[in-house]
C-alpha cells in the first residue's frame, strides 16, 4: 500500500525561490518538507501527517516544533513517488495528479496553521529553487 509520503529535514533555515521572488522562507531551527501525495491519500491522512510534523522530537534536544514553537516549511513534492526500477527514466504513475495533490498538502498546512505553527510554503506546480541548511545532517522519510 502506497501512503502520503514526507521528507524531513532539521534546517537551520531554508528558503524556497520562484523565478527570482523569494516565496517561502524560514529563518533558525525548524523542518522543511517535502511532501508527496498519491491516489488513494485524504483528508485524513493529511491531518495525520500534520500531527505528526508538529509532535516529531528530531530538533534539538530532544524537541518538536509544538515544544519550541519552531517553524516549518512545506513544499509538494510529486518526486517522491518516482519509480526508477526500470529502464533510466523514472515513472511518476504513483504521484497523484495536481487537482487531487495540491489540496492534500494545502490541507497538511491548513492543519499545521490550526495546530499553532508557523508554516511557509512552496508554490504548487512551479519551476521551485530551494536551499536550506541541513542540520545534522538530519533526515527522516515518513509514509503515513
Sequence with gaps: MVHMRAVVQRVDGAAVVVDGETVGEIIGQGLCVLVGVTHEDTVEKAAQLARKLWS???????????????????????????????????????????????????????????????????????DMKVSLTNNGPFTVLLDI
Design 56 to 126: 516529531l522530537r528530531v530538533l534539538d534536544d530532544e524537541k518538536s516544533c509544538s515544544d519550541v514553537g519552531a517553524p516549518l516549511l512545506v513544499i509538494s513534492q510529486f518526486t517522491l513517488y518516482g519509480d526508477a526500477r526500470k529502464g533510466r527514466r523514472p515513472t511518476w504513475h504513483a504521484a497523484a495528479p495536481g487537482p487531487v495533490a495540491e489540496p492534500l498538502v494545502d490541507e497538511v498546512v491548513a492543519q499545521l496553521r490550526e495546530l499553532g505553527a508557523r508554516v511557509e510554503t512552496g508554490r504548487f506546480g512551479a
